[in-house]
């Protein structure tokens, strides 16, 4: 992987593994979709 990004970026990045277990990205994914909702429903009214 870090070979990989290597490639991809000109910045250099230190890739180690998480400690977060395998419920990280389905957390991230929830509350990626509640900001988007929260977004939708406090938005101001378009013009």
Request: no cysteine; glycine share 10%; charged share 25%.
């Amino acid at each position: 992987m870090e070979a990989r990004l290597a490639r991809m970026s000109p910045l250099a990045t230190e890739v180690r593994a998480g400690t977060l277990g395998g419920g990280a990205v389905l957390r991230g994914a929830l509350l990626t979709a509640r900001d988007a909702a929260q977004d939708e429903l406090f938005a101001p009214p378009e013009r």
